[in-house]
């Protein structure tokens, strides 16, 4: 194709040289500047937070008291690039000016500036068919996975500091409408492109902890991820996805058995009609522990929406979901095997901002779960959108760590999203932001029944 279009460029250039010679009376115009080789964008983002929350079920000692404080996140981002490549780095620092606990030491200024993205692009391979991502990158957003139920946040030990991969993405187009991701990943425990050591006893922040105050658990792994889009009715994700966990650390030297785990999952993204949709997702697992022990697990995620657009720029919708994670009866009293789902790279706040601060599995570890639930909201104008959920929350299985029962209790949140300022300056140039509240009245399954809340506002400057 490359060809065809320098042949079709050189033919075309010189017919309009022979019109030009034969126009003698035609003044000649002045060439067109030449594009240049590279082009380069830089831009940088303040992410500004107030967060306060209490009683958190669950979690450990320091979440379950009452927390207020602010976070900062700083990032700058620069790439160059042209039609055959990209490349893009961005820095990020984020710390935290503490209002309660006040002497906590957490994210305090100017905390660990690390390199956040750097990746490579290298486009239209093989006859334009493959595309090449190598480097620290991120899978949210226009990269997100699906939902994000298999594959979002690389680094989840961190919240949502950062949520990078260190990978190979391997992009392959069948047609415009098929395309098959193939992955590899490793990341490390800790960053090694940092400058500044919060904890100068330990180094750098730990990454990928499962417990908190585990170390030295290093993930790998990847898979294919094939997405279908040639029925316009009926789209589908299929993907297998494979996870090492290395063995890791207590605090005082005790193992933790690491795990390997293949999943193996598809996604159907139904369109019924212009104003009603759906999404349904399935995925099981099967693998083992060091030491033997067989591992499976199983999730389900189902949801149907209608929306619509009014001419006055309104944008209602309703939506109901259920949300499905097996667990595992044993999985505290040791001996047999392991039923409960393994979250995998997806231990990020996937169904609420408070409840991923229940450690009762390990951090942001979404397991054990059966979660049906009703949202609403509307928009106007993409300057505005309100939303609200609302739905119960039980244990997929009963458990050793469970007070009397399965009924975990009644989660409820409302969002309101804003944007005040959109391309200021030649198209860029945004200031968006959020207020978002949440509470959880805990059930049986839980010792402590005091309601819970969590209560964030954002601004967001980026340019």
């Avoid at 022990?293 to 657009?309: E, P, S, V």
């Avoid at 409840?355 to 993409?382: E, I, K, Q, R």
Wanted: glycine share 12%.
């Amino acid at each position: 194709m490359k060809t065809k279009t320098a042949l079709f460029a050189a033919a075309f250039s010189a017919a309009a040289s022979a019109l030009a010679a034969t126009g003698a009376d035609t003044e000649a115009e002045a060439p067109a500047a030449a594009k240049p080789f590279l082009d380069w964008n830089a831009g940088a983002s303040l992410r500004q937070r107030q967060e306060v929350a209490e009683r958190i079920p669950g979690a450990v000692p320091a979440m379950r008291g009452y927390n207020n404080y602010f976070r900062s996140l700083l990032n700058f981002w620069a790439e160059t690039g042209n039609e055959d490549f990209k490349l893009r780095m961005r820095l990020a620092d984020e710390f935290r000016f503490w209002g309660h606990p006040s002497r906590s030491r957490s994210y305090r200024f100017p905390d660990e500036l690390l390199v956040d993205n750097l990746y490579l692009d290298l486009y239209g391979l093989f006859g334009g068919r493959l595309d090449i991502r190598a480097g620290r990158q991120d899978f949210t957003g226009p990269d997100m996975y699906g939902a994000g139920l298999v594959l979002c946040d690389g680094t989840p030990a961190d919240g949502s500091r950062t949520f990078f991969f260190d990978a190979i993405r391997f992009r392959w187009a069948f047609a415009e409408t098929e395309k098959t991701d193939a992955l590899l990943i490793y990341n490390n425990h800790k960053t090694a492109l940092s400058w500044g050591h919060p904890n100068a006893s330990r180094g750098e922040r730990e990454l990928a902890t499962i417990w908190p105050g585990t170390s030295r658990q290093n993930e790998s792994g990847g898979g294919l991820y094939h997405r279908s889009r040639t029925l316009e009715d009926l789209p589908f994700d299929a993907y297998w996805i494979y996870k090492r966990e290395s063995k890791a650390h207590l605090p005082g030297g005790a193992p933790v058995p690491g795990r390997k785990v293949h999943t193996f999952g598809a996604r159907l993204m139904p369109k019924f009609t212009e104003t009603l949709s759906g999404a349904a997702e399935a995925a099981f697992q099967e693998g083992e522990r060091d030491g033997s022990t067989a591992c499976d697990g199983a999730m389900f995620d189902a949801m149907l929406r209608w929306t619509r657009k009014t001419s006055g720029g309104w944008k209602p919708y309703v939506q109901g979901e259920f949300y499905w994670l097996s667990g595992d009866r044993d999985r505290r009293r040791g001996g047999g095997n392991d039923h409960a789902w393994d979250p995998l790279w997806a231990r990020w706040p996937q169904a609420s901002e408070l409840m991923v601060l229940d450690f009762t599995d390990g951090v942001g570890y979404w397991s054990n779960l059966a979660f049906p639930s009703a949202s609403a909201g509307v928009g106007w104008n993409d300057r505005f959108d309100l939303s609200v959920r609302t739905g119960p929350m039980f244990a997929a299985v009963r458990d050793a760590a469970t007070a009397d029962g399965r009924y975990m209790g009644w989660f409820s949140s409302a969002k309101f999203g804003f944007t005040i300022v959109k391309g200021a300056i030649d198209g860029r140039g945004d200031i968006t932001g959020y207020v978002l509240g949440e509470v959880f009245a805990p059930g049986d399954y839980y010792n402590d029944g005091k309601l819970a809340y969590f209560l964030r506002w954002q601004l967001l400057f980026s340019f």
